[in-house]
C-alpha cells in the first residue's frame, strides 16, 4: 500500500459526459502528478501540482483540468468524453517536487470506461 | 523525433538466472533515468533512480547501468524468482520541471 487513495476504482460513463477523479497524497506529502495509461499510448505524464500550484505540464488535452486544493488532495476533471479517452488514471505523490529528488508514489489508480 | 524503447517482446527466463532488460533513448539529454515495476492493474512501484554522473546502482538484486554515450540504460535482476514477473518501466527526465517520461515497458516472466 503506497499510502496514495484514488477514488472512485472504476467508473463507467459515456460519451460527451464529464468525471471527477479524486486522488488524496501520502499525508506529508505536497507534490501531486497525474498519469494516463493506455494499451496504445503507455503512461503519459498529464500535470503536476505542487503545493496548491500548477508546476509542469504534459500532453494534457484542453477538455481535462485538474486543481490541488488547500488540503492537498486533488481532483482531475474529463469532460467531453470520447471513447478514446478510455484508460487508466493513476495518482503520484513526492514531498519535493523533483522527480530525481525524491520517489513518486503512485495510487491503485481509476479504471475509466467510456462507452 | 524523441523516443524511448524498451524490448516490445516480453522476456522469459528460468529461475534462478539473470534478467537483462533495455532502455534506449533517442534526442532526451536526461539527467537521470528511473526504472518501475508494474504489477497487472496496479500502480508503479519506484524502484532505482541513477543519475547520468553514475554508471552503476545496485539495490540487492537489482542492478541499473547508465550509459549516456550509447543513451541506453541496463536493468538487471540477479537470483530472478517467479515473484519478480512484472512489467518493468524505465523513466527519464525531460528537463522540463517534475515531467517524467515513460518507457512502454517490457514484460517479464520468471518460470520455475
Known amino acids: 500500500d503506497s499510502g496514495v487513495t484514488q477514488t472512485p476504482k472504476h467508473l463507467i460513463t459515456a460519451t460527451g459526459q464529464r468525471v471527477t477523479l479524486r486522488c488524496s497524497p501520502r499525508?506529508?506529502?505536497?507534490?501531486v502528478y497525474w498519469y494516463q495509461q493506455s494499451l496504445d499510448q503507455g503512461l503519459q505524464f498529464l500535470i503536476q501540482?505542487?503545493?496548491?500550484?500548477?508546476?509542469a505540464k504534459g500532453n494534457i488535452l484542453e477538455r481535462f483540468s485538474a486543481q490541488q486544493f488547500p488540503d492537498l488532495h486533488s481532483e482531475l476533471n474529463l469532460s467531453s468524453l470520447e471513447l478514446g479517452d478510455s484508460a487508466l488514471y493513476f495518482c503520484?505523490?513526492?514531498?519535493?517536487?523533483?522527480?530525481?529528488?525524491?520517489?513518486?508514489?503512485f495510487g491503485p489508480g481509476t479504471r475509466l470506461t467510456v462507452l | 523525433s524523441q523516443k524511448i524503447e524498451q524490448n516490445s517482446e516480453a522476456l522469459n527466463i528460468q529461475e534462478g538466472k539473470t534478467a537483462t532488460l533495455t532502455c534506449n533513448y533517442t534526442?532526451?539529454?536526461?539527467?537521470?533515468l528511473q526504472w518501475y515495476r508494474q504489477d497487472p492493474g496496479r500502480g508503479p512501484v519506484f524502484l532505482l533512480l541513477?543519475?547520468?554522473?553514475?554508471k552503476e546502482k545496485r539495490k540487492e538484486r537489482l542492478k541499473v547501468t547508465f550509459d549516456t554515450t550509447l543513451k541506453q540504460s541496463l536493468f538487471h535482476i540477479t537470483a530472478s524468482q517467479p515473484a519478480d514477473s512484472a512489467t518493468y518501466l524505465c523513466?527519464?527526465?525531460?528537463?522540463?520541471?517534475?515531467?517524467?517520461?515513460f518507457g512502454q515497458g517490457t514484460e517479464l516472466s520468471v518460470k520455475p
Open positions: 541513477i543519475r547520468e554522473n553514475e
Open positions: 503520484a505523490s513526492s514531498f519535493n517536487p523533483d522527480p530525481d529528488a525524491d520517489t513518486q508514489y
Open positions: 523513466a527519464l527526465d525531460n528537463n522540463q520541471g517534475g515531467k517524467l517520461i
Open positions: 534526442n532526451y539529454s536526461p539527467a537521470y
Open positions: 501540482y505542487y503545493n496548491g500550484e500548477e508546476r
Open positions: 499525508s506529508g506529502d505536497l507534490s
